[in-house]
């Protein structure tokens, strides 16, 4: 029997996630469905939304549809394509296509061509042979601010509002609090069928603030969330970035339920060196309603990302006791 998964995020931290879903796909029939963070305003997909009004920043939505690419040779250079990111050349510092993915703009091209972001997505994902789909958190793009104490140096105490994803995502100080703008965007109905249908729901991992938790202020998405009979796993960074840092583990918890009361989870994955002292999280996981999984995530080289082999060795009895 097929089992439904949908995992939320956006970035490195999602594509970790969808590779490590299709690593333990061969001992689990798994339907995928990544539904994607469309708040990115830095880099390529930033200057997209600034020079053509962009309908959804294309960026998180590449690198979903690469994490999901087949493994077939063509595809997988096909997905190479998407990922390819134009050089500077002999046209001098004002060359138009330097630091533009060659999928980023394929994708801006379908969007326009077709119309209808759902489409443009779909069409692209057989082109890699997808497997798995890929959707947008909303039909149209969304800006992120956050409340940041210690933002300004000067005045370490001071609780100000930073704007734009990337603006918060390198911002120092404690992230307080997320919002989106506009409040209520216009939902993907296809990503809240998904939902209603999951066997299981999987946050992170990913950029808390920027890409994992923009998801929960989505009003129709939050309801669908909050609704649906899945079961829920949320899967813990194995570092602090910049715009976490100053939060522990059990922080990163806190902080959903702080932007979604009543979230109800089951399970919380984690790698036992980044936890270090588990009970403080035990009682984080606790408090969501979930237990907490402990396993070896990291890649051997000691960095601070995800395996997604070992990701998926971890996944496949977590996701399996449900059946």
Not at 21 to 29: G, I, Q, V, Y
Not at 226 to 254: F, Q
Not at 296 to 307: I, K, N, Q, W, Y
Request: glycine share 10%.
């Amino acid at each position: 029997m097929t089992m439904k998964v949908v995992a939320f995020g956006g970035g490195h931290g999602l594509s970790a996630s969808l590779r490590g879903l299709l690593h333990c796909s061969a001992e689990l029939d798994l339907s995928i469905t990544a539904i994607v963070t469309v708040g990115d305003d830095g880099g390529s997909s930033g200057r997209l939304r600034a020079e053509r009004d962009a309908l959804l920043p294309p960026g998180d939505l590449r690198q979903a549809l690469a994490a999901l690419a087949d493994v077939e040779p063509t595809m997988q250079r096909t997905a190479d394509l998407l990922q390819y990111r134009f050089a500077a050349m002999g046209a001098g510092p004002h060359d138009p296509l330097v630091g533009h993915a060659v999928g980023n703009l394929l994708l801006l091209g379908l969007m326009e061509m077709l119309g209808d972001p759902v489409e443009a997505l779909d069409h692209a994902a057989a082109m890699v042979g997808a497997r798995g789909r890929v959707l947008p958190m909303a039909r149209h793009k969304i800006g992120i601010e956050a409340d940041v104490r210690g933002a300004d140096p000067a005045r370490p105490d001071e609780v100000v509002t930073v704007a734009g994803q990337h603006a918060v995502a390198v911002a120092n100080g404690l992230v307080e609090a997320v919002r989106i703008a506009p409040a209520d965007p216009p939902i993907c109905t296809q990503a809240v069928q998904a939902i209603n249908e999951a066997d299981w729901l999987i946050f992170g991992p990913g950029s808390w603030f920027t890409s994992v938790l923009p998801h929960l202020l989505v009003p129709r998405l939050a309801e669908a969330i909050m609704k649906s009979p899945a079961r829920r796993l949320v899967t813990l960074n194995l570092a602090t970035d910049n715009e976490t840092h100053g939060l522990s583990v059990a922080d990163h918890l806190a902080a959903l339920h702080w932007h979604l009361p009543g979230l109800r989870v089951d399970r919380v994955l984690a790698d036992a060196k980044w936890v270090g002292e588990p009970e403080p999280v035990h009682r984080a996981a606790e408090a969501l309603g979930a237990s907490l999984v402990l396993a070896p995530l990291a890649v051997a080289d000691g960095s601070p990302r995800h395996d997604p082999e070992s990701l998926g060795v971890a996944l496949v009895p977590v996701l399996g006791a449900a059946r």
